[in-house]
């Protein structure tokens, strides 16, 4: 059996193990067999029934302490694993959340992230392949943009790839955004932040 298939058969069994696991969790066992089937071992982008399982638990009518678990889950299953896969596949997620869900979960994500630094992965390395060496350097500037586009949250206290979703109402041509309404002052204010996000996307740009 050669290493890549090695590999493969190992990280399927980890996340049957882990899957099993999850299943003695009687309150949350939904939610962590969702986290880990969308973010397992397989060179496929997450299930899309996984994600709205997650993206559920995580809306605005469900308990905040629903909501903690699972940046918790999503925060812990990203510190520990060695895999670009895994890495990328639970980055995809949580951009997806911040992207798709409500404002009282990235007010969430955020504390959280004040507190433990999830999406600072300076140091992750997978060095099982030439392909996986090349692909942590992408996983590790992915999470710094989406480090960076939280941190810009923080300022500016509204989303500014979400705000750009919303339709205007007149047939106008152009996209959403509350930056070009602000008054000088404001957005003088804001600029900094908004450029540091913007240096971190065109980063991701390989």
């Given amino acids: ?18 899957v099993g696991l999850a299943n003695f969790n009687s309150e949350y066992k939904d939610l962590d067999i969702a986290i880990v089937k969308a973010t ?3 060179e496929c982008p997450p299930k899309e029934r996984h994600f709205r399982r997650i993206m559920f638990a995580n809306s605005a009518n469900r308990p905040r302490a629903d909501v903690a678990y699972s940046i918790c889950t999503l925060a812990r299953r990203l510190s520990k694993t060695k895999n670009w896969i895994v890495a990328l596949k639970t980055l995809i997620v949580i951009h997806r ?10 007010d ?21 392949s030439p392909l996986a060496w090349d692909s942590s350097a992408w996983v590790r500037l992915y999470a710094f943009y989406l480090h960076e586009r939280v941190e810009c949250f923080g300022v500016l206290k509204y989303d500014v790839e979400a705000d750009r979703l919303v339709k205007l109402p007149q047939a106008s041509g152009k996209a ?6 602000l008054p000088c002052e404001d957005l003088l204010d804001q600029l900094p932040a908004l450029q540091k996000l913007l240096q971190r996307l065109i980063s991701c740009q390989v």
């Avoid at 959340?97 to 990235?106: A, I, M, Q, T, V």
């Fill in 108 to 128: 969430d994500f955020l504390s959280y992230s004040y507190r433990g630094n999830i999406l600072q992965l300076p140091n992750f390395r997978d060095d099982s």
């Fill in 40 to 42: 397992n071992h397989m």
């Fill in 176 to 181: 959403h955004s509350r930056t070009r309404t």
């Fill in 1 to 18: 059996m050669g290493s890549g298939t090695w590999r493969k058969a190992y990280g399927a069994l980890k996340d049957s193990t882990k």
């Fill in 97 to 106: 959340l911040l992207r798709e869900g409500d404002g009282s979960f990235k």
